[in-house]
């Protein structure tokens, strides 16, 4: 047979799926997910039951963890040391389970998740609860099953005397499953035990009423009703775990924060050091010191404040950011049956109140068989003793023992147990007391038959028996509630002042896109001057903005988007800087260019609305809270049409003027109140109608008939015209003309243009840049008053082949 021939073809896939099929149930099955009866993994079980087999137990001295694992691990867990030792320090932390399992001696880690001892170090046993997990095991109560090699028999599930999966709860990672059931009180799982019970059709918001939540051994509040409820239902469902604390007052003016109980599964030194870090980062203002004072008398971490600091903020602040809150998600997996389930709070019930029949039910037969055994073998003494002059001269007369049990036997008709019994009795037993003392064991004996058959004979004892001994626990093992339980979950808001000084502050944008934020002291150190901020070479300011640290700024772009930009988070720089690109601290597209920049102190102000202004002359008003967001990146602030841009963006109360201008020297001025509030991503109305190849270069908002309207054209010819030359119209018509353009050969032209506008009460400096980069300067008071229709005074003397691009007005 060639080497070819010795092989069979397989398919990889059917190869692969195969054997991960078996490995999965493996895992599920047999090492990272609990048996809803007892509530174990198998590593946990075997730990058990090897420490009690090899009586490991509370009566008795502790024993070094070494030998414990060293059993389990060679009698029925032929896996890694380290998997089983991981094992038992888990059931021997009290933050970890509700009631430990295992008396742990020694170093057996912390809640600042510090490692146990080595397994050579440390010693242990049975906790006293643990027995209760093991109790009856001897007595045929549940299966036993051949151990790896053959060579020993271990349990498939203990007797589990109380429902230790809710009690202790579990967590687990297998392949498609996890786990994550919380622990919970004692009283309360049993009294819902008997509840069910007793009254099996009972609904689950009954139910609740004896078990109010999980109860977590680390304390904390729980929040989340809803959450609870949906997790008792489904086996799925969030919870929010609080820590308790305390603002303490101290001398000087002075507060503390102090914690004295963290969530569950969180590790006391991270959470310690993740405040400390929030201190040393400043990402809070106020925090002086962190420590940790937990000792003998419990944990305690103190947050020291300075004066007059918002302990309240700084508090939320920390629940927010930081461990002191966190959510646990219910995930209430176990094995049922071989196969896992998710499961409510009353399958799990039912599940285990279903074993705690079997569990009574197989101890009371073996009960009954040893009793009836023992009422046989009294019967045939009593019976014996009565006639003993008759047995004592049968057993004379036989040969030897075997013929002595035969003759009592077919003499008498004793059975062969009671003919053994009869043969092995003492004499001293022949006394009128002990024959006496038979007497009485016979009749008791018998009483306990009619009682162990009652049990198996009538369902309503049989739960009798399982609620006196679940109320014998409740009474032995209950302890008062640790955590509370808290219906609504209460929002985390954070007030920016508790993050952030207010000051008033300067923010500059630059023509080219570079911003900074200067604080006033930089600034009158600089010399005090506005128009001397620091600017790349070629660059100048474009807006200039007093705002506060608290503020925020809305900014505009040209393609209809807005970002929202909080003061605080532009970075600082000396006013002699130029600052940093904008693209630095929003994310800006290349092709984008921002347009107008809004500071704003809050969004919940009804009344102020912002509007837009386009290129093609659309006007939109939409009410300023509808800008709120909470978004970094760009969101839609105006629906344009195909080529449009947004020209200007401002802040107005809705019941101003509007005066729109365009390039080729058209205006028209209406009330705001004509153009309806919109939704945030409208297109808007019409504001004015353009002529062929002609586009709004203006939005002022002027006052009441007072003051003048400046324009220029692109050669820097302007003029100024008084706001009274300009009436009110309604919105959308073509306006009315508000400069002539000259046009002749022999005519020195003034421009075929307008390119800027201003709306003018008093003196102002403005710059008007060329194309080439040349900067002009001039007082609008050098600009005629002159009639709509004039055509304007040159103000700006600029090169035959160059024009002015924008003018900006000096801050």
């Given at each position: 047979m060639s080497l070819s021939e010795q092989f069979l073809p397989a398919f990889l896939e059917e190869v692969v799926g195969d054997r991960f099929g078996r490995y999965s149930k493996y895992i599920i099955q047999d090492r990272a997910i609990p048996d809803v009866r007892d509530g174990l993994k198998p590593v946990q079980r075997r730990i058990l039951y090897a420490m009690y087999d090899s009586g490991n137990t509370p009566d008795k001295p502790y024993r070094k963890s070494a030998k414990t694992v060293g059993d389990v691990m060679g009698n029925y867990h032929p896996h890694g040391d380290s998997s089983i030792y991981e094992g038992m320090v888990r059931m021997a932390q009290p933050w970890k389970m509700g009631h430990v399992l295992i008396d742990g001696h020694g170093n057996w880690g912390s809640q600042d998740d510090d490692p146990a001892a080595a397994m050579r170090y440390t010693e242990a046993r049975l906790s006293p609860i643990a027995m209760e997990l093991l109790r009856d095991i001897e007595k045929r109560t549940v299966l036993f099953k051949d151990n790896f090699d053959n060579t020993a028999k271990e349990p498939v599930v203990l007797p589990s005397r109380y429902p230790n999966l809710l009690v202790n709860g579990v967590s687990g990672i297998s392949s498609g499953f996890a786990t994550e059931i919380p622990p919970h009180n004692l009283r309360e799982v049993i009294d819902a035990c008997i509840a069910v019970m007793e009254k099996p059709e009972i609904e689950l918001e009954e139910i609740m009423t004896f078990i109010k939540g999980p109860d977590f051994p680390t304390g904390g509040t729980i929040m989340g009703g809803e959450g609870i409820l949906d997790a008792y239902r489904t086996g799925k469902g969030r919870i929010y775990i609080r820590s308790k604390t305390e603002i303490e007052q101290l001398r000087g003016g002075k507060q503390q924060i102090v914690i004295t109980e963290i969530p569950f599964q969180v590790v006391k030194s991270r959470l310690v050091t993740a405040m400390e870090n929030i201190r040393l980062e400043k990402k809070v203002e106020g925090i002086a010191e962190v420590r940790d004072e937990s000792g003998r008398d419990g944990l305690r971490i103190v947050v020291e404040l300075k004066k007059d600091a918002d302990a309240t903020g700084i508090l939320a602040f920390l629940l927010k950011k930081t461990d002191l809150q966190v959510n646990y998600n219910f995930n209430m997996v176990a094995i049922v049956n071989k196969a896992p389930h998710q499961l409510g709070l009353k399958p799990i019930l039912e599940a285990y109140i279903a074993h705690q029949r079997e569990i009574v039910t197989n101890r009371t037969k073996f009960e009954l068989e040893k009793a009836e055994d023992r009422a046989h073998v009294l019967e045939g003494l009593v019976k014996a003793l009565n006639i003993l002059d008759e047995v004592i001269a049968a057993i004379k007369a036989s040969k030897n023992r075997q013929d002595a049990q035969n003759n009592l036997q077919w003499m008498f008709g004793f059975s062969e147990r009671q003919a053994d019994s009869i043969l092995t009795l003492q004499l001293y037993r022949l006394t009128n007391l002990e024959i006496t003392s038979l007497e009485k064991e016979l009749a008791d004996i018998q009483k306990k038959v009619a009682q162990l058959q009652a049990i198996l004979n009538s369902d309503r004892k049989l739960i009798g028996v399982i609620r006196k001994e679940l109320m014998d626990i409740r009474e032995k093992y209950g302890v008062d509630r640790h955590s509370q339980i808290q219906g609504e979950v209460e929002e985390l808001k954070v007030n920016l002042e508790v993050l952030v000084n207010s000051e008033d502050v300067l923010v500059t944008l630059s023509q080219d896109g570079y911003?900074?934020?200067?604080?006033?002291?930089?600034?009158?150190?600089?010399?005090?001057?506005?128009?001397?901020s620091g600017t790349k070479e070629g660059d100048h300011i474009n807006r200039l903005l007093d705002v506060n640290t608290l503020e925020n700024l809305l900014v505009f772009t040209q393609r209809g988007q807005y970002f929202l930009l909080p003061v605080h988070q532009i970075p600082e720089f000396k006013w002699k800087d130029p600052g940093t690109p904008i693209v630095n601290v929003i994310p800006l597209a290349k092709e984008d260019r921002i347009v107008s920049v809004v500071p704003v102190k809050g969004f919940d102000d009804f009344e102020s609305s912002l509007v837009f202004v386009t290129k093609k002359g659309q006007v939109k008003r939409t009410l300023l809270k509808e800008y709120s967001t909470k978004r970094s990146g760009a969101v839609a602030a105006c629906k344009l049409g195909a080529g449009d841009e947004v020209l200007d963006v401002s802040l107005s109360s809705g019941k101003e003027e509007l005066?729109?201008?365009?390039?080729?020297?058209?205006?028209?001025?209406?009330?705001?109140?004509?153009?309806?509030?919109?939704?945030?991503?409208?297109?808007?109305?019409?504001?004015?109608?353009?002529?062929?190849?002609?586009?709004?270069?203006?939005?002022?908002?002027?006052?009441?008939?007072?003051?003048?309207?400046?324009?220029?054209?692109?050669?820097?010819?302007?003029?100024?015209?008084?706001?009274?030359?300009?009436?009110?119209?309604?919105?959308?018509?073509?306006?009315?003309?508000?400069?002539?353009?000259?046009?002749?050969?022999?005519?020195?032209?003034?421009?075929?243009?307008?390119?800027?506008?201003?709306?003018?009460?008093?003196?102002?400096?403005?710059?008007?840049?060329?194309?080439?980069?040349?900067?002009?300067?001039?007082?609008?008071?050098?600009?005629?008053?002159?009639?709509?229709?004039?055509?304007?005074?040159?103000?700006?003397?600029?090169?035959?082949?160059?024009?002015?691009?924008?003018?900006?007005?000096?801050?």
């Open positions: 911003i900074k934020r200067t604080g006033m002291l930089s600034f009158t150190r600089s010399g005090g001057e506005r128009s001397a005066m729109l201008l365009t390039s080729q020297g058209m205006s028209i001025r209406f009330k705001e109140e004509e153009v309806s509030p919109m939704g945030r991503v409208s297109g808007g109305v019409k504001g004015i109608q353009l002529g062929d190849g002609d586009e709004v270069i203006a939005a002022l908002y002027p006052g009441q008939d007072e003051g003048e309207v400046l324009v220029m054209s692109e050669l820097g010819y302007a003029k100024r015209t008084l706001l009274l030359d300009y009436p009110i119209q309604g919105r959308g018509g073509k306006g009315m003309l508000t400069f002539e353009f000259k046009e002749g050969k022999r005519v020195r032209s003034n421009g075929t243009r307008l390119i800027g506008a201003f709306y003018c009460k008093e003196e102002q400096s403005v710059e008007a840049v060329t194309r080439e980069g040349h900067i002009h300067v001039f007082s609008t008071l050098k600009a005629p008053i002159q009639e709509r229709k004039d055509i304007g005074k040159n103000l700006v003397s600029i090169d035959k082949k160059d024009e002015i691009t924008y003018l900006i007005r000096q801050f």
